[in-house]
């Protein structure tokens, strides 16, 4: 039986993500439109952003947060071709995400010290392999696979080399040790629903001083520069941007981080969150069809919750028309108006992937599971003649 109630709010795409509950286009009434963003409001505007973030994430004083083009491709670039390089580097990685930094390494650097510590989609790589006499980069959140780090405390308080963390789909709904991170990136459409624009990169204390004191062998763009003559561009990390940044997405930004507050802050962020991943779990450990992607609890995702099939008639398909049966399956529930951009990421394995970040009502996560049930036993009908 199709189920009576839709979600509410029936969007789950991990990126751009669901608006905060309540937003409109009146969220954005006091974008500084037309203005220049280096005008004194438009700063103030830049520097409200990395204030409020400071706050909500309880970012320690001594370090930057900066605002950087490029969305969080851009700020994990920015940061890989500035600081690595002074030292041997592990590349960890578990999902599409880190393979592209593997690839950034590997084939693009050029590094000649390159130890890539990986594991496949669904699993987490052997944590205690990473050697931080070296810099080491991650993902907090593999997006693809729905499997994150467990804590930072594989992460050695008196580390030589730097930690760096591609963050994007942890940042505001998982508790990060600043202490642990030299370097973490995110961009603004994940868990606060935000526009994607510009990148937000933080630098611990040692980050700053590795670009103060190590000048990288290659050319690096303008786009890229965070040093002048030796010394950090300070600028950037007060809202003096390296070019010019959405206004509207500023304001966006801003109004994101606002709610953030006025829901309890970052408790509450990872609550919603934690309890979107809560809901899925009691679903699944009923569901006679689905699992999750992720077999460890302690690194299973809260955020992008990946769902493989566990029904027999369904896994023994062809790989091939395993991903036939998920696209129609996401298919139908976007036809219904059920969940929208529910697919898995097109190099996972096939299955589905529902956001549960902070700006997903926990109603809402309750209200698609029905819908995957019916959604799922429909389309298994048509592809078995049922
Ligand atoms: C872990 C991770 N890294 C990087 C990216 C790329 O981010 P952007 O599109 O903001 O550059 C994504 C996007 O989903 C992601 O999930």
Redesign the pocket.
């Known amino acids: 039986m199709k189920p009576a109630r839709r979600p509410s709010n029936p969007l789950f795409s991990?990126?751009p993500c669901a608006k905060r509950p309540g937003w409109s286009l009146d969220a954005l009434d006091g974008a500084l439109l037309g203005r220049s963003h280096r005008s004194k409001p438009g700063k103030a505007k830049l520097k409200e952003v990395i204030d409020l973030t400071r706050a909500v994430l309880a970012i320690p004083g001594d370090y930057r947060i900066g605002i950087v083009p490029?969305?969080?491709?851009?700020a994990?670039e920015m940061a890989l071709w500035n600081l690595l390089g002074e030292r041997g580097v592990d590349m960890m990685a578990w999902e599409s995400?880190?393979k592209?930094w593997v690839t950034d390494v590997t084939k693009q650097l050029r590094l000649s010290d390159v130890r890539t510590i990986q594991a496949p989609y669904g699993e987490l790589p052997d944590l205690s392999q990473a050697d931080f006499s070296r810099d080491v980069v991650f993902?907090w959140?593999?997006?693809?696979s729905g499997v994150r780090v467990p804590d930072g405390d594989w992460i050695p308080a008196d580390r030589e080399g730097l930690s760096i963390c591609?963050a994007?789909?942890a940042a505001f709904a998982m508790d990060i040790p600043w202490s642990k991170i030299d370097v973490a990136t995110w961009?603004w459409?994940?868990v606060l629903g935000g526009e994607?624009a510009h990148?937000m990169l933080v630098l611990s204390p040692r980050a700053v001083a590795r670009l103060e004191s190590f000048r990288p062998d290659r050319p690096l763009p303008k786009i890229f520069r965070l040093t002048s003559g030796g010394k950090l561009i300070e600028g950037i990390f007060v809202g003096d941007t390296i070019n010019t940044p959405s206004m509207l997405c500023v304001e966006d930004a801003i109004d994101g981080l606002r709610w953030s507050l006025s829901v309890g802050g970052l408790t509450q962020l990872i609550r919603r969150s934690e309890q979107n991943l809560r809901i899925v779990s009691e679903w699944v450990a009923a569901s006679t069809w689905a699992g999750f992607l992720g077999d460890d609890p302690a690194t299973r995702s809260c955020t992008?919750i990946c769902l493989r099939f566990t029904d027999p008639e369904v896994t023994a398909l062809t790989p091939e028309a395993q991903a036939d049966f998920a696209k129609k399956l996401a298919a139908l529930l976007e036809k219904e108006e059920a969940a929208f951009d529910a697919g898995s990421y097109r190099d996972a394995p096939p299955g589905l992937r529902l956001w549960g970040g902070a700006t997903v009502e926990n109603e809402d996560m309750e209200a698609v599971l029905p819908w995957l049930d019916w959604a799922f036993a429909t389309v298994k009908a048509e592809t078995f003649g049922r």
């Not at 490029?70 to 851009?74: E, L, N, P, R």
């Not at 959140?141 to 693809?144: K, S």
């Open positions: 991990s990126g490029a969305s969080d491709t851009g994990v995400f880190g592209e993902t959140n593999g997006t693809t591609d994007t789909s961009s459409q994940k994607a990148g992008s």
